[in-house]
């Protein structure tokens, strides 16, 4: 709500605000955008600022830089992935060791189904090493 536009000068709050008005005119634009395969430049460029961290605001290592870009690329983007995740679950198309990226899956799920191969291996009394693909 209070984040600043990018280059477009489309603030969150404005989006928010008109989201029932606007709704129907933005699907038209970028559905138009998904079936010719381009993205207007305005969309794709990035306001960078240095955002100072701590310490010393003359050392320029204690500044990080971020990117302002649109949020209306930022939900269009959200919708298409979310989407293609759906599809890509729907059709089991996911490799089963994917855990990154995967709703529902994690770091710690990738850990715990490794550890659970490596103890199913062992009980086994297979080879770890010649076992995993």
């Known amino acids: 709500m209070n984040s600043s536009a990018g280059p477009d000068g489309i603030p969150a709050n404005f989006l928010i605000n008109t989201k029932d008005s606007i709704a129907t005119p933005l699907k038209l634009i970028l559905r138009k955008s998904l079936d010719e395969g381009k993205i207007p430049d305005l969309f794709k460029l990035a306001y960078v600022t240095p955002i100072h961290k701590g310490g010393s605001k ?76």
């Open 58 to 133: 003359l050392k320029p290592e204690q500044y990080r830089p971020v990117s302002l870009t649109s949020h209306v690329m930022k939900i269009f983007e959200r919708v298409v992935k979310r989407n293609i995740m759906k599809h890509l679950i729907e059709q089991n198309l996911i490799n089963p060791g994917q855990h990154g990226f995967v709703p529902g899956r994690s770091t710690k799920t990738q850990l715990l189904q490794h550890y659970c191969d490596i103890f199913e291996t062992l009980s086994e009394g297979t080879r770890i090493d010649h076992n995993f693909s």
